[in-house]
């Protein structure tokens, strides 16, 4: 069955530290696809990044960057230098191909808060 | 800022109103969603669109009436609608509706049912 667990509830900082948000996924597909949102309290759930499960190349942009481990079904993201514009519920997400396509059924996790403090 | 802009940002309503919440994409995307969002959790799918067809209902009550009037908008008719409705609805959209498809969310319309 697909799951995705974020364990981290809530994560608080103070600016400036460098944080990781921990995501781990589950999935009997090979073909599969991940996703890192951002949902600031206005409520917008933003666009962070996707990653291709045949593609396990890292990346790096700017202050954000995501370790995805197929070995142990992991895709981290980690904030550099944090700000207090970062502070929001970072949701991770898994897209089967399945059968036909999954149309839309992005499992989403339950989300971890962070809160980055001056 | 996002391309997918949802009207109104908060409607507040009474059980017996009729209200409808609109959304609107011009990214030529051809699937558009609605998710419902409670306090804390994450957000949940209720409709799929793809090519202004009706393609996934997710058990969604028919007080929730979805309707697609071109490939660019989208509405969501609400009627009788009870409080525990009340929720943040995000609309969302997709060059396709398959998965690999990067799903983009508007700002969500904050309803509350009073």
């Given amino acids: ?118 | 800022d996002t391309e997918v802009t949802q009207t109104p940002k908060h409607l507040v309503m009474g059980m017996t109103n009729k209200k409808s919440l609109k959304c609107e994409q011009h990214m030529g995307h051809r699937a558009m969603y609605w998710y419902k969002q409670k306090a804390k959790k994450p957000p949940e799918l209720m409709f799929v669109y793809s090519y202004e067809k009706l393609s996934i209902n997710e058990s969604v009550p028919s007080r929730f009436s979805p309707e697609c009037p071109n490939s660019s908008l989208l509405n969501l008719h609400l009627h009788a609608l009870q409080p525990e409705d009340s929720a943040l609805y995000l609309c969302a959209s997709s060059l396709r509706a398959s998965s690999g498809n990067t799903i983009y969310f508007g700002e969500g319309s904050w309803l509350t049912v009073v």
Wanted: glycine share 6%; net charge negative.
């Fill in chain 1, 1 to 118: 069955a697909q799951k995705v667990t974020q364990a981290q509830t809530e994560i608080s900082v103070v600016e400036k530290e460098d944080v990781t948000l921990d995501c781990v996924y589950e999935t009997r597909d090979t073909t599969y696809y991940l996703f890192w949102y951002k949902q600031p309290p206005s409520g917008e759930l933003v666009f962070l990044i996707r990653r291709n499960s045949f593609d396990e190349q890292n990346e790096i942009s700017g202050r954000y960057s995501w370790n995805f481990q197929k070995s142990t079904s992991s895709f981290n993201f980690t904030i550099t230098a944090s700000q207090v514009v970062d502070s929001a519920v970072y949701f991770c997400a898994l897209s089967e191909a399945g059968y036909g396509g999954s149309q839309g059924n992005l499992i989403f996790g339950k989300g971890t808060k962070l809160s980055v403090k001056p």
